[in-house]
């Protein structure tokens, strides 16, 4: 029992740091009390299947790799319709996640719902990669390094993610939309965070 909450503190303490998050935007991530989590990196609480959930869901990890020998990835990830990870849920934007844990992936899939004017914030973002983007209904604009190009319904966008760039709805219905990128899992954690933030903040 205490070898595996010594694996359990360690692991989150350091995931935590490898994704560059203090103790207060786990906090805020995983919905988890700070001092919670500090009692967690510190072996001082036997922590609730509960509380082990919610901080696994902050670090962008899986229960399993939490308590595991060994984090149990598969070749094939089958995700039923109803069970597609939501990353960002409000009355304006809806985010879920349709790729799934494979061992070392290469890719991740978005769909995406979003209200006029809404976006993935002001801040742009940049990463090493490529990104792809399927409007199924509406109209979306990217600004893509000092360019801006608008997508229409049944528009694709591909473009070198190393170029700093955002994205918000500027058409005056509910666009619906897919975005494909290759981008690891550090970094997927950040955008998820910025696309949460971004909800609350009209892009234009």
């Known amino acids: 029992m205490e070898e595996a909450l010594q694996q359990i503190s360690r692991r ?21 009390a700070a001092s919670t989590i500090q009692k967690v990196e510190t072996g001082q ?7 082990l959930l919610k901080i696994a869901r902050g670090l962008d990890r899986r229960p399993a790799e939490l308590v595991g020998d060994d984090a149990e990835e598969s070749d094939v990830v089958l995700i039923r319709a109803k069970h597609h990870p939501v990353i960002s849920a409000s009355s304006k934007m809806r985010v879920e996640r349709l790729s799934g844990d494979l061992f070392d992936p ?7 719902r979003l209200h006029p004017g809404f976006g993935s914030g002001k801040g742009a973002y940049a990463y090493e990669g490529e990104e792809v983007v399927l409007c199924e209904k509406g109209e979306l604009t990217f600004a893509i390094g ?11 966008l591909h473009f070198k993610a190393g170029i700093p760039h955002r994205w918000w709805n500027s058409g005056d219905t509910v666009a619906h939309f897919l975005i494909a990128g290759n981008f690891p ?5 950040k955008l998820h965070g910025q696309v949460q933030r971004g909800e609350r903040t009209r892009a234009k």
Do not use: K, N, Q
């Open 12 to 32: 989150v303490r350091d995931w935590r740091e490898e994704l560059g998050l203090s103790l207060h935007e786990l906090a805020i991530r995983s919905e988890v």
């Open 45 to 51: 609480m036997v922590p609730s299947v509960a509380v």
């Open 106 to 112: 290469a890719i991740e899939v978005w769909r995406g």
């Open 146 to 156: 000092d360019e801006e190009y608008v997508v229409r319904e049944g528009d694709t």
């Open 185 to 189: 899992r550090g970094l997927r954690t």
